[in-house]
């Protein structure tokens, strides 16, 4: 999770950043010495960059919690980063790039010393003239429709890959990469004259990407390559993706209210955010493509068709109050089609639907029936600059929820299951004020700092605002700030974890600005790894997660999701526990929770939807651990007609169980809405709780999920104008 310092901040955190700002402004004074020539029109580092380099380089080695030196160990496992970085499926660079780029693989601690960047830019500058090659290639391929009766396969995961090593091998590479592409398409009932027009569409348009590449895209791909290398939760926002990073933590900006995409050459609208300035003039549509944009009433229009998505947003946000201009290709409208002029007057827009939100379910046991209330959390956030402004009402995780108990209460519900699936954290303090809410005063969680100093961080606030049954809900995306709520709620005994084992993040860090005096993020940020949290009881959560008390089944692959699957990630360990009183209640009394963990098995015996979803994760594993696919149009056609007629089955398996009418096709299975088995199985369980279950039979043994004492870990898209 990210530290912030304007509240309820701590002594040690407030050291660090102040030294990370000495360091930064000292560390400025060193001037670059580059010898680098590169190539007639490539990307070339600016001076800014160069000087933010080398405060990034001082940062990161006096401030991260690895006490690292950046030398030339670390500058080889750099060099080796930033390739994956720039091709990962080893399929654009040529084995002799790589060995021309080994004269530089010692000189990556010395450059971001320096701020001598540029060979780094030299490497960058060959990927982009290999994407060029093989855009072009790709291009030239589509002038002959391939045989698709020949028996080959295409290897589509080159991660562990060598890199080609000549131009024929990498055009035989390239050869089955765009007939696999093709073959896709073919696999829709499409004609090749459609799918090599398609495609054609397709590779131009990535050509055109890679001649819209800016220096701050290749600065911050190479600021993360070190960054990452300390640890995978440091990182380099450029300062577009800073105020990014702002409206994610804030859940609110400046603009029109439109979540925005490129479709062929055009930013085209994929919604509009209710209550925004387009919902409410009610002139903007889904899929209305925006051609131009205008600054003002009467400023002139810039044509923006074939530019970057970002770059489009950037004109189309600004301040609250000023006005905005867009020309407008209406959707569906063919070619000739007259434009529209829309224009918005910008105001503050409310992401709510990234906001808590709540639901009731209705549980019918006997002649009881129990209301039990979800409420779903995406992430932990906050409104700083509202806060800091002295705004009463300021968004906040912790107030959100507040509020939806209160109006949960007023419903009437018998229980609560708190949702935080896929919820990768955020402030640190929201964790610790949201446990408040459920106990009334204590201890939550434990920092520690580089130096091996400690601080517990206690619920801020005393009092309850909810003590009847709990449930916290969790999968393997939820990290961080979920996994430290989760845990206190856990070792609290305060209520029950279901789901999945958490992702298993246990680190903290620190949000570093690289300005000098400027409010605005002008020279980006960066996040800093600065310390572990540890539980309560003494245990970190790095690596080993939060283990549910009730296991649900997951499509997520434990093995290829976590912490422990990161390179670099720091290590498990433990600290001494500190003192704290369970929970009065009886919901984790000595047998309760083995006992709510047999109820649920028992009754997934017979429930067709959790059949179902086990069916679904296993033919979702079976896929998932194919590397290599066949090129023959046949064998693909067949392959494709069973897994279609699989899903159908499971499906129709389903819905005989419940007394559903079966579905006659595939296509009718597409169009409709899988179910949340997981969340309805949560709120089972919570009936479970509410009505009691018997103790667990003796001849049962009860489930191993809470603790390990092992010390081996165990196997942050639509962009919004905003």
Known sequence: MTIRLTRRSTAWFATFVVGAVLLALASSSRAPASTIALPPGAIAPSERQRMVARRIGS??????????TIDDKMSSEVFDRYLEFLDGQHSYFLASDITEFEQWRLNFDDMIHTGDIDPAYLIFARFQQRNRERMQYALSLLETEPNWTVDESFEFDRQHASWPSSATEMNELWRKRVKNDALSLMLTGKPW??????????????????????????FENLMNAYARTFDPHSSYFSPRNSEEYRIQMSLNYEGIGASLQMVDDYVTVMNVIEG????????????????????????????????????????IRGKAGTSVK????????????????????????????????????????????????????????????????GDENYRSTTRDVRRLINELKGQGVDGLVLDLRENGGGYLPEATALTGLFIDKGPVVQLKDTTGRLEVLDDPDSGIAYDGPLAVLVDRYSASASEIFAAAIQDYHRGVILGQRTFGKGTVQNLVPLD?????????????????????????????????DVSLPSPIDIDEVGESSLEAALPWDRIAAVPFTSWHGDQRAPGAVPALAVAEDERAQHDPDY??????????????????????LKVRQDERVREDRERLARENLRRAAKGLPALKSVEELDGTEAPDIILAQSAQIMADMITGVHPVPAHVPPRQTVRREDSTPEHPVPQVER
């Open 611 to 632: 059949h179902w979803l086990a069916q679904e994760v296993a033919a979702s594993e079976d896929l998932h651990g194919m590397k290599a696919v066949s090129l023959n």
């Open 276 to 315: 925004g300035p387009a919902a409410v003039a009610g002139t903007l549509k889904a899929n209305d493509r925006i051609t131009g944009v205008a600054q003002g009433h009467e400023g002139a229009l810039t044509d923006v068709i074939g530019w970057r998505l970002d770059d489009v947003v950037q004109l």
């Open 59 to 68: 940062i990161l080695e006096e401030t991260h919690y690895r006490r690292a």
């Open 326 to 389: 867009l020309q407008v290709l209406p959707a569906g409208a063919g070619p000739g089609t007259p434009e529209q002029t829309l224009e918005f007057t910008r105001n503050k827009v409310t992401l709510d639907n990234q906001a808590a939100r709540k639901e009731v379910r209705t549980i019918t046991r006997g002649d009881r029936t129990l209301k039990v209330g979800v409420i779903t959390v995406p992430g932990f956030y906050e409104d700083i600059a509202a806060q800091n402004a």
């Open 516 to 548: 000098r005096w400027s409010q605005r993020p002008v020279n980006g940020q960066l996040t800093v790894t600065i310390g572990k949290f540890y539980r309560i009881t003494g245990e970190s959560t790095q690596h080993h997660g939060v283990e549910p």
């Open 193 to 218: 004259k459609d799918v090599s027009d398609v495609l054609r569409k397709r590779y131009e348009r990535v050509l055109k990407r890679v001649d819209q590449i800016t220096p701050e895209d290749v």
